[in-house]
Every structure is written in structure tokens, then in C-alpha cells.
């Protein structure tokens, strides 16, 4: 079995699914001790390793997503826990989802140097829209609250949900539409974080073009491959504008 998925590439990051415990023996943690950056929730509140912490998640059957500097170097990651499998019926010869998968995002950290720059952001957006699925999660504090509430779009849950119809009292809720769509929103408000090297290249070339300076077949097949991998996640506005300059 593969031990890593990458669902996406950024420049030098990867944003990609742990399949194996094995898989954390080779990444790079940064341990923010003293003056040093890196990872502290776990280790301060509950002395845990956090190589010993995500192997046992892995093996716990959680789905484990990180976010990996070029090096490996292990810059955030996010753990979800699968609550209840979607269900399905059967309509007009065809099976269609009738109530999605639920997922509790159980922890999730980014390493202290890469905070506040959408990086924990795309990391969560790319997690969710794999699992395709309803997203709860119990925030420890206030800020926490207000961060998934206004930077992710979580609401509080007000019904019973799942299959159990069971009450989530102090849980906060992204439904399955919500989750699926957050991948295209933070595509559009953040795509230098999300297509890096598409933007670089896109704004090179505008400003070859503005000078009347030669722009080489190869740059724009690489461009025309790059635009064709955002797969229509980048604003109306600017894919219009990078097709127009592939046609121009």
C-alpha cells in the first residue's frame, strides 16, 4: 500500500494523506521549545510526543492530512475521525448519496513559523474535499470558535444530524455542500497559496506580453497545462483573463 497520497502540490508544499504510520518515521518535526518554532499544543498540554501521537492516529484508523515543506518537513497537519459511513438508496436504476459521510475533526496544527498565511486554511480545505463528508468538531477555546466560525464557515449545530440523530450539544457543523465548495473559495480569495507557480508564471507572462518581450512555446504550453490542472477552481475573473492571454 502507498504510504502517501499527495491530493495536491503547491510549489514546495504537499498537502497529502498519511496511509500508514510508517510514513511519519520519514517526515521532519520541529519541536517549538525555548526560542525555537515549531509544534507546541500537544507536547505543552499533554507532554506527547508527536511522532509517537500521529503514528497512534494513523493506527487508530483516523485519516491523518499534512501539509510537507519540499523536504518533508512537516508544516501542519489535521486529523479526522470517521463517525458514520454515508448511506445510499437506489433511484430510477442509479445509487445516490441520501445522507453523507460525518467526520469529527478531532486536532489540527500548524507549525508556529507558517501560522497566518492560509497554509492551515488550504490544508483543511484540501482534507475536507477528499473526505467529501459532514465536518463537526468541538473547538477547545473561544478563539479557536471564532477562527472556525469566520475563516471556515462552521455554524453551530442547532438538530440531531446522522444517521443516529444525535445531539452534538457545543459542536460546530460544515456540512458536506460547505466543505466540497471551501476547496474553490480558498482558491479564489488565496491563489498564489493554492497555485503558486501557476500565478508566477501567469504574472511573467502578462508582463512579457505588456513589453512586447518574446514569450517561448514552452512557457505557454507549461502555462496551458498548469491552468487545465486548477481545474476551474481560481476565480471567474482571472481564469478569463489567463485564457485570454493563451489565445492572444
Not at 129 to 157: C, H, M, Q, V, W
Amino acid at each position: 500500500m502507498q504510504k502517501i497520497k499527495i491530493i495536491h502540490q503547491a510549489g514546495d508544499i504537499s498537502y497529502a494523506l498519511l496511509r500508514s504510520s510508517e510514513a511519519v518515521d520519514n517526515l521532519k518535526i520541529d519541536l517549538g521549545i525555548s526560542d525555537r518554532q515549531g509544534f507546541i499544543y500537544f507536547h505543552q498540554k499533554f507532554g506527547m510526543p508527536y511522532m509517537f501521537f500521529l503514528k497512534k492516529s494513523i493506527e487508530s484508523g483516523h485519516f491523518l492530512f499534512v501539509s510537507l515543506s519540499g523536504n518533508d518537513k512537516l508544516i501542519g497537519f489535521a486529523r479526522f475521525e470517521k463517525l458514520e459511513k454515508h448511506t445510499e438508496k437506489e433511484f430510477r436504476g442509479r445509487m445516490n448519496i441520501v445522507s453523507p459521510s460525518l467526520f469529527l475533526l478531532r486536532s489540527m496544527e500548524v507549525h508556529s513559523s507558517f501560522r497566518n498565511c492560509g497554509i492551515g486554511r488550504v490544508l483543511f480545505s484540501t482534507a475536507v474535499y477528499y473526505l467529501k463528508g459532514d465536518i463537526i468538531t468541538i473547538p477547545d477555546n473561544n478563539e479557536a470558535a471564532s477562527f472556525f466560525r469566520r475563516k471556515l464557515g462552521f455554524t453551530e449545530i442547532v438538530n440531531s444530524i446522522g444517521n443516529g440523530r444525535q445531539k452534538y450539544e457545543g459542536y460546530l457543523m460544515l456540512s458536506s455542500p460547505k466543505a466540497i465548495a471551501l476547496w474553490h473559495e480558498i482558491a479564489t480569495k488565496y491563489p498564489r497559496i493554492v497555485y503558486p507557480e501557476l500565478i508566477d508564471l501567469y504574472e511573467s507572462l502578462k508582463f512579457r506580453q505588456s513589453r512586447g518581450k518574446p514569450i517561448s512555446s514552452n512557457d505557454i504550453g507549461r502555462f496551458e497545462k498548469l491552468v487545465r490542472e486548477s481545474n476551474g477552481m481560481l476565480s471567474d475573473v482571472m481564469e478569463k483573463e489567463m485564457y485570454r492571454l493563451l489565445t492572444e
